[in-house]
Every structure is written in C-alpha cells, then in structure tokens.
C-alpha cells in the first residue's frame, strides 16, 4: 500500500498577540487547532473554508515557513516538525508552494531563467552546464517558449507569471505542491488554463496537490478530497463527491447554500441552511462547537460538546455531534443547477480546454 507523501498529525499554531513584562503569553490567536490529514502520492486535497479559518497558516506549517505550536508534519515518512533548517531545505526539495500573487512571489531583478535555475542550483539536481537544457524543457512543460527565459517578470502577464511559478516549483522534482490560492488573482478564462495546467501535470508526473481555495466552483472540479475550516479547525472531510452531494456539518452546507446562483424563485435554494451573526473573535472562540453561535441547527447541547470527527465507515468524517438529526440537503444543487455569470464562464472554459486536448491526442 502506498505511503502518504505528507502526513499531519494534530497540528496546531498559535500566534502569541501579548505578553507580560516577564514574557508570560496573555493573549493569543488560535490559528489551527489539532488538524489530522495525509495527502497520498497522485491526489488533489482541497482545504477550503472562509478568510481567516486557518488555512493558508496551515500551508505554511506544512512548509515549517512557521513552526507548530502543537502537533506532528511528516514528509515521505519523516518527522519534519523539529529538525534544522538545514535538514528542512532538503526536504523542500520534496513539497513545493505556489503563492496567491503572481506578481509579489517572483523577483523582479531576476530574469526567468535565473529563477527557475535556481532550485536547480540549490538543490543539485543537475550539472550547471545543462541547466539552461532544463529550464528550456521546463518553460515548455509550462507553456512558455524557450527563448522566453532571457526576459524578466514585468514583461509577462499574469497568467504567464504564474506558469513561471509552477515552472520554478517543478525545478526541483517535487512530490506534492501546495496550492495557496494559486488562481484567484486570476480572470476566470486564465483560472482554467492553469487548472487544466496543474491536472495535465499531475497526470504526467504522478503528482500530489493540496489546493487551498475559497472557490468551491474550482474545488468541485479539480479536488478528490476536500477538507473544510472553521477557526482553525477541520468540521468535514471527505471525498468530492461526500461533500458535495451529502455534506454533513452545518457549515458544509452553508458554504454550498451561499454560492450564489441565477435561477427563477422556484428553484431557488432554502436558506435554512444560511448562517446568522458574525464570525466570532478567534482570541476567544466559542466554548464546545464553535458553530453555535451561528448555526441555525444549534441546541444547548452544542456550548459543551467537543470538535471531535465522526468518522463513518466511507471515511467521511464530521464534527457536528447531531449530524443524524439534521434534515436531508443535497449540497451539490448549487453546483448543477444554473449557475452564476463567473461559474458560466469558468466551466465554459474547462469544457472547452478539455475539448481541444482531446482532438489532440484524436490527432496525433
């Protein structure tokens, strides 16, 4: 049986706002609370979840960019959690990250070449004469001309700077590549060709995503799996399909219920499953599920009860204490039936990148 590339094991971070004058913590932010997941070799695991629950932190964690409070990573079988810089750079070799912006996460004085040429470097893949050889090779796994390696950042657009990014991630072989938010400074037909770029990828070279998204629309279409945050806590995971089409926690449902979509009352979805209030202060989340302040489905019980999945014999997993009691909701309606203007297009998109590729492989 196949290892998993990166394993997590009640990860935890806290970020320490205040202190007394004898350096004693008196006010911190809980930014991931004992998250447990593995990302096995080929697969898309989807974190998803509102701004602030955690999980572009917890992508960095994974990158020990920041060091856990509480909790275990494992990379290729190995405790990263505590070991040098030194040791850690090598195992960077094996999980890349791809930032949101395009045009903040490349250096502007470097031309393209030298900054793909430099994992290379770094890492001793290959002899310095035959770097320029790879680079070429990589600029076109990417889409990009050879001859375009001479250039600098400025001179391409952004969804061209983001191929340059994966180009930069794929120097060093890599395992996995964290996803954070890697197409949402995009415009949507841009967002499509990257994501059909990302899949070709993992098809040709076994590859392991963990996509970390706000945009169910992209995470339906891309994701095996799909993990959903709520204050630095996971309430769901499971796969696609359990997600969307029989999501368990309230806050799955809710996230499904609020994509927006364009269709007459009559098809319009209940908004039962809408939350109410604001999103609590995570300097003092609420005590037991820190839904129930917000839960339309919420009883006394749900102020004492701990966050603790419930795993069924499927592997879907949740963490409402009284999913069984909860009405029946399809969460995938949103998604088939109309959608908005932006999904419209997007899907539209990938139909049509996906209709092209076939006729190429028809043809050759």
């Not at 629950?53 to 409070?69: A, D, F, N, Q």
């Not at 796994?141 to 180009?167: T, W």
């Not at 701990?306 to 998604?335: K, R, T, Y």
Request: aromatic fraction near 4%; hydrophobic fraction near 40%; charge should be positive.
């Amino acid at each position: 049986m196949a290892k998993p590339i990166i394993e997590v094991r009640g990860l935890g971070k806290n970020f320490i706002l205040k202190r007394s004058i004898l350096g004693r913590p008196l006010a911190a932010v809980g930014a991931v609370d004992d998250v447990t997941f593995s990302l096995m070799p080929g697969e898309t695991l989807a974190i998803v979840g509102e701004s602030g629950c955690g999980k572009s932190t917890l992508g960095r964690l994974l990158m020990r960019l920041i060091k856990p409070t509480a909790g275990e990573v494992f990379i290729d079988g190995q405790d990263v959690t505590n070991i040098s810089h030194a040791a850690m750079r090598r195992q960077r070799q094996r999980v890349q990250l791809i930032f949101q912006d395009p045009y903040a996460s490349l250096n502007p004085r470097m031309t393209i070449a030298q900054t793909i040429a430099e994992p290379l470097m770094l890492h001793n893949i290959v002899p310095a004469a035959q770097r320029s050889k790879r680079v070429a090779q990589l600029l076109e796994m990417v889409g990009l001309r050879p001859e375009q390696a001479s250039r600098y950042p400025h001179e391409f657009s952004g969804g061209q700077r983001q191929r340059v990014v994966i180009a930069r991630a794929l120097a060093s072989e890599p395992k996995a590549i964290i996803c954070d938010e890697a197409v949402s400074a995009l415009d949507v037909s841009i967002q499509a060709q990257i994501l059909n770029l990302l899949k070709d990828l993992q098809n040709r070279l076994g590859l392991a995503f963990i996509f970390i998204s706000h945009d169910l629309g992209v995470v339906k279409h891309i994701a095996d799996r799909v993990a959903v945050m709520y204050l630095g806590k996971v309430v769901e995971i499971g796969t696609s399909d359990d997600v969307f089409d029989a999501p368990r926690h309230p806050y799955t449902r809710a996230l499904l219920s609020a994509i927006p979509v364009v269709a007459p009352p009559s098809h319009q979805r209940s908004r039962a499953a809408r939350l109410h209030g604001d999103l609590p202060s995570p300097l003092s989340p609420p005590p037991g599920c820190r839904l129930h302040t917000r839960c339309p489905h919420a009883r006394p019980q749900c102020k004492t009860v701990s966050m603790e999945l419930d795993i069924e014999a499927s592997g879907h997993a949740n963490a409402c204490a009284f999913w069984c009691e909860l009405p029946v909701q399809g969460g995938a309606e949103g998604i088939r039936e109309p959608r908005n203007p932006k999904l419209e297009k997007l899907f539209a998109a990938f139909e049509a990148m996906a209709a092209r590729s076939s006729q190429t492989v028809t043809g050759s």
